[in-house]
């Protein structure tokens, strides 16, 4: 974080812990890039989702729990796919030329300087996520109705995974003795698992006006712990900074979705997400994250390959809906991990990527959102009129 912008202490230690103690700058300004990005996420080129929401967790045994409910209806953690040929054939064949037919569409120019122990991105181990892309079985989702919300998930399977991320896949020991990079890999995992649990308590149940909050659960799991709504601010300006610095690629992007009409009504939308005052603010000063570390190369390969995990941790939801969302929103993570980590010039980021990512941060905005909102409901009443 840019600490002298955020009004933080700019002592390398305290970097981490203090880099959102200025959440009300972002609480000043959020909401003109959330009106933004609501808009560019319902446009064909973000909308359409492809993965394989049915591959068995590698770890365990899994069964898949969504079907029909009581009344027939759909189960709240069922996802709805797309017929194929209802998706634009341009992204269709992006898809196919970026994931058919090789195993990564990632090529960009490495700053040996920072990192010399990746050569290319073209091979599984350079990665930061497990990709589905190009299963065979991997289907289209139309996001937008597919809302992240309750499903009623919960209890020891979402417990065993969480843990699993949390045990299995992080830096271990207490946060004041790990470096820079590995606290701000736990705060990472800790503001995307904030985001996830907001959009519960706030989606909790729906009626015929919309979706109503549980604001004692918010309470409970959010509210609470200040250190969380902080890790939460934490991985809104990681993933700004990422899309900082792909903005010179996302600004040479086609959109191509088959109308020219559609295609130049999305550039004008991503041109105005990259000038929102959020994008054009400093947020995060990766460039001290490797400091002092006398092994930078394996400090980042332990990062992805801790990544890369939990990516693939998302077959092991018996949610379908919550793998669809975990999926999205660990690839989007990953992409920025890649570009800010990294540091190195963008020069192609893959489809799903770009989705992935410009839809976490919508995500993660209207998180925000619910905190600030909900922070501030006295009583159950006044929750019952949200």
Same mark, same amino acid.
Not at 328 to 344: C, M, P
Not at 352 to 367: G, H, K, P, T, W
């Given at each position: ?27 000043a ?49 069922h ?10 054939i ?33 091979d ?5 996520f ?20 309750n ?28 470096? #820079?990079?590995? +606290?701000?890999? &736990? %705060?990472?995992?800790?503001g =995307?698992?904030?985001?996830? @649990? ?32 902080d890790?939460?601010?934490f ?26 009409e559609?295609?130049?009504?999305t ?33 980042l #390969?332990?990062? +992805?390959?801790? &990544? %890369?995990n939990?990516?693939? =941790?998302?077959?092991?939801? @018996?949610?379908?809906?919550?793998r669809?969302w ?24 893959s ?19 619910h ?16």
């Open positions: 974080i840019n600490a002298e912008y955020m009004g933080c202490s700019t002592s390398h230690e305290h970097l981490v812990e203090a880099c959102c103690c200025e959440k009300h700058l972002v609480d300004t959020f909401a003109e890039l959330l009106e933004i990005l609501n808009r560019v996420v319902q446009r064909p080129y973000f909308r359409y989702f492809k993965a394989n929401l049915e591959l068995p967790c590698p770890y365990w045994a899994v069964e898949l729990m969504c079907g029909a409910s009581a009344d027939g209806q759909p189960a709240p953690c996802v709805c796919t797309c017929d194929e040929n209802d998706v634009p341009a992204l269709r064949e992006a898809d196919t030329c970026e994931w058919g037919a090789s195993h990564t569409a990632i090529q960009v120019e490495v700053d040996r300087t920072v990192n010399t122990n990746v050569q290319h991105w073209h599984a181990d350079s990665m930061w497990h990709q589905d892309f190009n299963d065979p079985d991997a289907q289209y989702i139309d996001l937008t109705l597919n809302p992240e919300a499903t009623g998930y919960t209890g020891d399977g979402a417990r065993r995974v969480w843990q699993a991320i949390y045990d299995e896949n992080c830096f271990h020991g207490p946060l004041s003795e790990m470096c #820079l990079a590995e +606290r701000a890999f &736990f %705060r990472l995992l800790s =995307l698992h904030v985001s996830i @649990s907001t959009h519960v308590s706030a989606k909790f149940h729906k009626d015929g006006s919309g979706w109503k909050p549980n604001v004692p659960l918010f309470r409970r799991i959010v509210g609470a712990y200040p250190e969380r709504v890790n939460l601010y991985v809104f300006m990681f993933v700004l900074r990422a899309l900082t610095k792909a903005k010179p690629f996302l600004l040479e992007l086609s959109f191509a979705t088959g109308s020219l559609e295609d130049r009504a550039k004008m939308e991503v041109a105005s997400m990259l000038e929102a005052r959020l994008v054009c603010t400093p947020t995060f000063n990766e460039s001290i994250m490797f400091e002092g570390l006398s092994d930078t190369k394996d400090t #390969l332990q990062m +992805r390959n801790h &990544f %890369r939990i990516t693939r =941790l998302m077959d092991c939801l @018996s949610c379908e809906k919550c669809l975990g999926k999205l929103e660990t690839l989007g993570l990953a992409a920025a991990l890649r570009i800010v980590v990294e540091d190195k010039e963008v020069t192609h980021i489809r799903s990527e770009v989705v992935a990512m410009v839809n976490f941060l919508r995500q993660l905005a209207d998180a925000i959102g905190v600030v909102r909900l922070s501030q409901v006295d009583d159950i009443d006044e929750a019952s009129d949200l």
